[in-house]
């Protein structure tokens, strides 16, 4: 009797079926008889089944035909894939203003894809005027619509503005699993914007986000665990920085040579090896305390590179130019005229010139010993050297013409290591 509605109803009852093609084919039948006479739902399933080829072949023209029919009588989903065709220009015409207004006619229906494609457009002044403010408030509707995207939006819209609630978006967002959530929730953890920072948390979401496929993550993964890395460098630096001061203040300016020895082990140095540096250190220093927090920093091992001997005496090689007034003081910037893969054996390391003085003469060391003067921060220090070696082996060797009351405290180095930690001082 031509009832569009019936014929509507039919050819869902075909579609619920959909036991065989003839089912697919009996609904589409059906679908174009409601279509023809003006029922918007089956032009949409008629459109959509053109669209993607299902039951018929596909066509971009007559799904766009099916799509206005079902559009004219306002129907919200065939207006924004019409509009979506307009966007692209699929369907061979591409017009931004006319998708922007059927976006628009679908997003006043309440079709939330929609409200975010007019907020979108809105944004990046596409089919129409920019307009920030108009932007947020559709985005905002599809936002609190529960879309994941809109919500992804919104924390980006907001943060700089507001951060806390661009922070409440982004969890919103990454609850739903939503990949781009978790990688700009990672990187707000990481910047520590509107919350503390938290490196480890960051490192969480950022392989979240990977896990979700965001591939992107993987380079903010990459920074956040080398940070973390060198964060941990840094704080065991402060650590031994603090544990040295400890020691250097329990130890009276005129105790013995071996408290002023003691008090140099531990104040080797006041940087920790980079971990690229750590499985060529330069130096084995035994007698360190047990205490895991100094002895894992100040223990290294050996260098094995050859290179010419500078600083002894009976080699035949110039000795290096001594300070007129203080026979032991090296000239400031001796230590980078030496070859960068010669050792030598430091003996003493601290802050108190006297002391070295008072240390060298207590244990008679002879002319080969020498101190030179570096900074370390905003602090002078001396460090006592004996010798200039072609190989540990040869620095070893030397080690018998060391008095014995420094020899067991003794420790080899590259002059290549000296010369990374050595700055000029100031006067």
Known sequence: MGDAKAAFLLATMYYQALDTEEDDQRGLFWDKVAAEKGHPESAYRLGLAYQLGQGVSQSNSQARHWYQQAALAQHAKAQKLLASMFETGVAGEKDEIRAYRLYLKAARQGLVGAQLKVGTMLLEGRGVAANRAAAQHWIRKAADAGNANAQVAMGVMLAEVDPADSLNWYRRSAEQGNAL???????????????????????????????????????????????????????????????????????????????????????????????????????????????????????????????????????????????????????????????????????????????????????????????????????????????????????????????????????????????????????
Do not use: C
């Not at 990688?183 to 490192?203: F, P, R, W």
């Not at 223990?299 to 590179?305: A, K, S």
């Open 181 to 427: 959530a978790l990688q700009n929730l990672a990187l707000v953890y990481y910047a520590g914007q509107g919350v503390e920072t938290d490196h480890m948390k960051a490192a969480e979401l950022a392989q979240q986000a990977i896990d979700a496929g965001n591939s992107e993550a993987s380079a903010l993964l990459k920074l956040i665990q080398l940070e973390t890395e060198q964060q941990k460098v840094l704080e065991l630096q402060a650590e031994k920085k603090l544990l040295a001061r400890q020691i250097r203040e329990s130890i009276p300016d005129n105790g013995s040579g071996e408290q002023q020895l003691l008090l140099a082990t531990f104040l080797v140095e006041s940087e920790l090896p980079q971990a690229s540096l750590m499985q060529n250190a330069e130096a084995v220093v035994e007698s360190v305390p047990s205490d895991d927090k100094v002895s894992d920093v100040a223990r290294t091992l050996p260098d094995t590179e050859p290179s010419e001997s500078l600083l002894t005496q009976d080699n035949g090689f110039q000795q290096p130019q001594l300070r007129p007034e203080k026979s032991y003081e090296l000239a400031d910037g001796w230590v980078m005229e030496q070859s960068a893969s010669n050792f030598t054996i430091q003996l003493l390391y601290g802050t108190d010139e006297a002391g070295m003085l008072t240390y060298i003469k207590a244990h008679e060391l002879p002319s080969t010993a020498g101190y030179f003067r570096t900074m370390r921060g905003s602090d002078l220090y001396y460090v006592l050297v004996y010798g200039n070696y072609s190989s540990i082996s040869e620095a070893q060797e030397a080690l018998a013409d060391i008095p014995e009351s420094v020899r067991e405290n003794h420790w080899i180095r590259a002059f290549r290591r000296l010369q990374e930690l050595y700055v000029m001082p100031a006067s």
